[in-house]
């Protein structure tokens, strides 16, 4: 009885070790692991210039702090197109005080002659969110294309540029006179360009009486023609199917009337040439020349009837001269 005892106490404790060992390596396992150092930073060198004896070293500039903006304005820039012939350019720019104390526009300048800002009398405060407005006006006489303008507004907030800027279309003046002084130089330039759209599309496949209208009466028959083109059913001098045919193909010099041939780098074939030539003889009679102080009148032949040319009448003469009175 004694040894079932002793061995059932031996058996316990035995038990009671293991699981005490069992839990002390269950705590080893549990513990927690020393943290992982952080890497070393190594300095990386920076090779800085070694000034040479006698060189001073710059000192870094230090930008000035801005205020914070106090006045602020409906934009910083502004953009109109005026209408051709407009003489001038309105603008207006709003500002507003979103701060908490009074601000003051000591000044506006503008950055030329012909534009001018109208604002309150100088200097001009604005209490705390207050609000008010620079009105801008840029003359345009003499101006086209693309123009822009600026305005400084000076204040104790912060200086402010306020840009504008005008795009001005030209007008037909402008563009009327712009093509005659290229067709003055080259008259073969209504062929090229935009100018094609107007004097050679509308010629395509066309002979007779259109092509006469899409050739000769956009120029001849416009309704603001040019001092320099001419009236072709008032020419000072007769025609002939001959001379019809010679001017449009080859053109006249020292005129805007260019050649039309093809050999002229024209837009028309020969056959549309000979269809105008027919049609001009035809509309377009030879009118007699009256001779100035008499009551007839002389014909003139055109240049291609190959005669010499026939001199104009002389002058009549001068009426005498006053006799002198004595003084």
């Known amino acids: 009885m004694q040894a079932k005892s002793a061995g059932l ?14 839990g002390s390596a269950v705590m080893a396992q549990e513990q927690p692991k020393p943290p992982t ?6 300095p990386f ?3 800085r210039p070694v000034p040479l004896p006698g060189q001073v070293t710059p000192t870094p500039q230090v930008l000035p702090v ?8 409906d934009a910083n820039e502004k953009e109109l197109t005026v209408k051709p012939g407009a003489a001038t350019a309105e603008f207006f720019f709003a500002v507003t005080n979103v701060s908490e104390a009074p601000y003051t526009i000591t000044s506006i300048h503008t950055s030329c002659g012909c534009t001018v ?13 207050s609000d008010g407005r620079v009105e801008v006006s840029v003359n345009l006489a003499g101006k086209s294309g693309t123009i822009m303008k600026q305005v400084t507004v000076q204040s104790t907030n912060a200086p402010k540029l306020l840009n504008v800027t005008i795009k001005i279309p030209d007008s037909p003046e402008l563009v009327r006179l712009r093509n005659m002084q290229m067709a003055t130089a080259d008259p073969a330039a209504i062929f090229k360009g935009e100018c094609a759209s107007c004097h050679v599309v509308p010629t395509v496949g066309k002979f007779g009486p259109e092509l006469a209208k899409a050739a000769c009466g956009i120029c001849h028959e416009a309704e603001r023609r040019a001092t320099m083109v001419p009236d072709l059913k008032n020419l000072p001098h007769p025609t002939d199917y001959a001379f019809w045919k010679e001017i449009i193909s080859n053109g006249k010099p020292g005129t805007l009337m260019p050649g039309f041939s093809v050999a002229k780098n024209g837009p028309l074939s020969v056959e549309q040439i000979e269809s105008l030539a027919q049609l001009l ?3 377009i009679p030879s009118k007699l020349t009256p001779i100035p102080g008499t009551n007839t009148t002389l014909v003139r032949l055109p240049p291609s009837a190959g005669l010499p040319a026939i001199p104009p009448p002389p002058a009549p003469p ?7 009175v004595p003084k």
């Open 9 to 22: 106490f031996v058996a316990a404790f035995l038990a009671a070790g293991g699981l005490f060992l069992t």
């Open 318 to 324: 001068a009426p005498p001269a006053p006799p002198a």
């Open 117 to 129: 800002a109208k604002a309150p009398p100088m200097p001009w405060t604005l209490a705390p969110h």
């Open 281 to 283: 003889a035809k509309t």
């Open 37 to 42: 150092p952080a890497p070393t930073l190594i």
């Open 66 to 73: 801005q205020p914070p903006e106090a006045l602020v304005w």
């Open 45 to 47: 060198p920076i090779n």
